[in-house]
């Protein structure tokens, strides 16, 4: 399995705002996620972070709203751009590595926007 | 098709029983069924998961069925703990994607 280290774990935000969300692998993985949860609710896949190039977005979700990089295999970042209260939720980081189909979890980023 | 639908929503069960929780989907092209465990506060955390191929498995109290034909699977949790009380979603994984599409999440507790 991987550790994976998300920070910060909470935020409280203005409106119109952004963060930028880390994740941090202990290992080299082959794919890396950013799923949003909202407020008692369940998962929803936000985009595949590909090494070196532009992420790929679910159907919703919009690279102006929710830029991603990925520099290398252990490290990604979501920004969270010009922040509403809708945003409030929790972002989660999520990897595959290349020894099986299991996706591994971050903590979460509990994002409250003001 | 892409939705995964989850049953029941909320769960309590006595210490000592078993818990059970269906879902069910649309699309043949799921290939991969897992079970995440999420406490408050935390990240979802894998708890077993199973492929078409198999009918049934099981870990430890955990036991996965699964029915091909009526696209439904569902969680067992035999010998159910207070511990055990938690938020439960199952997903589903179209071939090939390693992306996982959730189910809506089933709160269970566990009364000592």
């Known amino acids: 399995s991987a550790v994976i280290s998300q920070k910060p774990s909470r935020d409280i935000c203005q409106r119109g705002t952004s963060l930028t969300i880390q994740c941090q692998v202990d290992s080299q993985v082959t794919m890396m996620f950013w799923y949003r949860q909202q407020p008692g609710q369940s998962l929803t896949l936000i985009a595949t972070a590909n090494q070196g190039s532009e992420a790929t977005y679910e159907s919703g979700f919009v690279i102006d709203k929710f830029p991603i990089s990925r520099p290398n295999l252990t490290f990604s970042t979501l920004t969270v751009s010009n922040m509403s209260p809708e945003d409030s939720s929790i972002y989660l980081c999520?990897?595959?590595?290349?020894?099986?189909?299991?996706?591994?979890f971050g903590q979460g980023t509990r994002l409250t926007v003001v | 098709q892409q939705q995964v639908k989850q049953s029941p929503q909320s769960l309590i069960v006595q210490k000592g029983g078993i818990s059970i929780i269906n879902c069910a989907y649309e699309?043949?092209?799921?290939?991969?069924f897992p079970w995440y465990q999420q406490f408050p506060g935390k990240g979802p955390a894998l708890l077993i998961a199973?492929?078409?191929?198999?009918s049934e498995k099981k870990e430890g109290r955990f036991t996965i069925s699964f029915n091909k034909s009526a696209k439904q699977f569902s969680l067992h949790i035999m010998d159910s703990q207070p511990g055990d009380s938690a938020t439960y979603f199952c997903?589903?994984?179209?071939?090939?994607?390693?992306?996982?599409?959730f189910g809506t999440g089933t709160r269970l507790k566990v009364l000592a």
């Open positions: 699309n043949t092209a799921f290939d991969y």
């Open positions: 999520s990897v595959v590595g290349g020894w099986n189909t299991e996706a591994f």
């Open positions: 997903a589903a994984s179209p071939s090939g994607t390693y992306k996982y599409i």
């Open positions: 199973i492929r078409p191929d198999v």
